[in-house]
């Protein structure tokens, strides 16, 4: 069989990107982090002080909106560029988290992105992380795993994200942006957070990150030997 596509979805701060990254470096699989797109997006919005009601103005500054990825050696990883600009550690703060559910609610947004995704793993031989990767961006995808979390340690996870980066942010706020995260995510029209029927679950609140990336490994050579 040949290169095949891993769909990782689930909430936010259950490891879905990390994840994602290491098995993609194992498998020798390009890695698209889908949450990165919707970020970027909200920092354009935010930037060009975009009404998110108003769907002339959100579909003129779609328009103007182009997302790249490039491999940064120092940090073994993919930076995400915004029209040109390396948008890696900006898009990360605090008040993205607390925009980008929004943003990533809006339809416009959700398909525009949704077709640059399609468009990115045409040729398969990805793993991508998201809300939807699954159900709407490739329900034909191999495998599929849903990721979830107990919501305290998701917000200590995200805590700690935050503080590597120099930022403190109180755990209680941290812990409601994520709940209202949820709920956004998961009750929105165009691609809502949800489990795919043949998704597989993966509780990784008592999980380290080996482990993780051990039982999507597992997933995939699964269907490979097949």
Not at 14 to 24: D, E, I, L, N, Q
Not at 138 to 158: G, Q, S
Not at 176 to 183: S, V
């Amino acid at each position: 069989m040949e290169k095949i596509i891993i769909a990782l979805d689930g909430h936010s701060s259950c490891g879905k990107s990390t994840t994602a990254k290491r098995v993609a470096a194992k498998l020798g699989y390009a890695f698209i982090d889908t949450g990165a797109m919707y970020r970027a997006v909200s920092l354009y919005f935010h930037e060009h002080h975009i009404t998110l009601t108003n769907p002339i103005e959100v579909a003129k500054a779609l328009e103007n909106i182009h997302i790249t990825f490039h491999f940064n050696e120092a940090r073994g990883a993919s930076d995400v560029f915004l029209n040109g600009l390396n948008v890696e550690t900006e898009i990360r703060k605090m008040y993205i988290s607390q925009l980008v559910s929004e943003v990533s609610a809006i339809t416009a947004v959700r398909k525009a992105m949704v077709a640059q995704q399609q468009k990115m793993a045409k040729h398969r031989g990805v793993v991508m992380d998201g809300r939807d990767i699954g159900t709407k961006v490739f329900p034909d995808a191999e495998v599929k795993v849903f990721m979830t979390a107990d919501p305290v340690v998701r917000a200590e996870r995200r805590q700690k994200e935050l503080l590597d980066k120099g930022e403190i942010v109180d755990l209680d706020e941290i812990l409601a942006n994520l709940q209202k995260r949820d709920i956004i995510d998961s009750t929105r029209e165009e691609g809502p957070l949800v489990q795919a029927v043949d998704a597989v679950l993966m509780d990784t609140s008592f999980m380290t990150l080996d482990e993780q990336v051990e039982f999507v490994i597992l997933q995939h050579d699964l269907v490979k030997a097949k």
